[in-house]
């Protein structure tokens, strides 16, 4: 039998490690969620969250497309998913999309860091859904193209992730015993010294 939403949860959470913020700790990617609504409130505040991220030349070269399930915008980032993504993202009561201006408005020129800066924003998107009690999953697996033509993204936007959020579901839902696994295994990490350096590939820290 599957662990149920609370076990699956616990299992999840990093181990406590004093003076890291709690919701990057219990930060985790859900593919189950309960379809119940998400408030105009609460999204408001993940987003208010979003907002102030920090970016290059103070830019903030991010954009959000919102939709809710049963409304057309929800309607076009789902129709965007790969296939895999479509058969548990259903149920997830909110869908986003990301972009990302990559000219500077000042004059145009390239802005090399929109993308570094819309995966912040995101990051902390993320992070203040945690805190509020709501659960989020970014997605690499949909057509870039497919969303550009459905929304008419201009050519001078990156494609970022699209990313589910709501409220954690029973993992059992899911239905498939792939996605039930991952659903209920621990997560991993690299170790410090693997990805911290004093000098390239010499451990740091």
Do not use: C
Not at 7 to 21: I, R
Not at 25 to 31: A, F, G, V
Not at 136 to 148: C, I, T
Not at 173 to 200: C, H, N, Q, Y
């Amino acid at each position: 039998m599957a662990l149920s939403r609370d076990e699956a949860d616990k299992l999840k959470k990093a181990p406590a490690l004093d003076g890291v913020l709690p919701a990057i700790l219990e930060r985790w990617s859900p593919r189950s969620f309960d379809s119940r609504p998400v408030s105009e409130e609460l999204l408001k505040k993940v987003f208010e969250a979003a907002r102030w991220a920090p970016s290059s030349a103070n830019e903030q070269p991010w954009r959000f497309l919102l939709g809710r399930l049963g409304d057309g915008t929800y309607a076009k980032i789902f129709e965007a998913l790969v296939e895999g993504n479509k058969a548990w993202a259903k149920t997830a009561p909110v869908l986003i999309l990301g972009a990302a201006k990559a000219l500077f408005s000042r004059d145009n020129s390239s802005n090399l860091y929109a993308a570094h800066d819309l995966g912040a924003a995101s990051a902390y998107l993320v992070l203040q859904a945690q805190a509020l009690g709501l659960k989020a999953h970014q997605m690499a697996g949909f057509d870039q193209q497919a969303a550009r033509r459905l929304f008419g993204i201009p050519d001078e936007y990156l494609m970022g992730s699209a990313i589910a959020l709501g409220y954690q579901g029973e993992p059992e839902a899911l239905g498939d015993e792939k996605r039930i696994a991952m659903e209920t295994s621990a997560r991993t990490r690299k170790a410090l010294g693997e990805i911290v350096f004093s000098e390239w590939g010499k451990a740091g820290i």
